[in-house]
């Protein structure tokens, strides 16, 4: 089965006080199906840079990126906004969820944006909410919620229309090492079960064992 990610000799530089700072030198990449990858690195590695690449997230890259076998590196902000809606699913350290809106619709707006019907999506996002113990608390809004429960909410939301590709960029950084413990073994769970790949990004190594494989970026270059 062909590799969800192929990244090619990805660069990037910034601009700074007139002097230009490369971020990723050359990196290469590549995820298979079910495979989940742990990205280590201190802060300021460039970890984030780097799941803004695959995220489509940011222009200025040099190099390719192909996820599950489109190469989106060159697409235009329609085409991006495309692959970005279909192809990936995104959790950050914070859960950003809508705070007006419950867990369930949380999770079902990504659908609704992509045209899912309402009664679909519903079922969708009570089937991920439950998969992650929080079938009790579907009605709740995000103020209602723990933290880790809003975390688990924001998971469902990643994975709510298939994602082939997940980007998480420090999920359970938010967490007490108990809780991020849990959340992370749903996390892996919901995501090898659907046959996607995740990049991870972390700095926690005790997390990143709990992974597939782990590649560390270091001066711009990745590394396993």
């Not at 996820?67 to 906004?81: C, F, M, Q, S």
């Not at 950003?96 to 996002?125: K, S, W």
């Amino acid at each position: 089965m062909s590799d969800i990610v192929e990244v090619r000799n990805l660069r990037r530089a910034f601009t700074q006080g007139g002097e230009t700072i490369e971020v990723l030198r050359g990196v290469d990449l590549s995820i298979a199906p079910g495979e989940i990858v742990a990205l280590l690195g201190p802060s300021g590695s460039g970890k984030s840079t780097m799941l803004q690449a695959l995220g489509l997230l940011e222009g200025g890259f040099q190099g390719s990126i192909r996820i599950a076998g489109e190469e989106v590196a060159a697409l235009d902000n329609d085409g991006r906004t495309r692959v970005r809606r279909d192809a990936l699913g995104f959790v950050y350290q914070f859960h950003h969820l809508l705070p007006d809106f419950t867990a369930i619709e949380n999770v079902m707006l990504p659908q609704l944006v992509r045209d899912c019907d309402e009664e679909a999506a519903r079922g969708r996002a009570q089937d991920l909410l439950t998969a992650l113990g929080l079938g009790h608390r579907l009605s709740h809004r995000p103020s209602q919620l723990s933290g880790g429960e809003q975390q688990r909410v924001a998971v469902a939301r990643a994975l709510a229309n298939r994602p082939r590709l997940v980007l998480a960029d420090e999920p359970t950084g938010n967490l007490d090492e108990a809780t991020a413990d849990i959340v992370l073994a749903e996390f892996l769970a919901l995501v090898r079960g659907q046959g996607a790949a995740a990049l991870v990004a972390t700095h926690n190594e005790r997390l990143a064992g709990k992974m597939d494989r782990i590649v560390r970026l270091h001066e711009g270059r990745l590394t396993a």
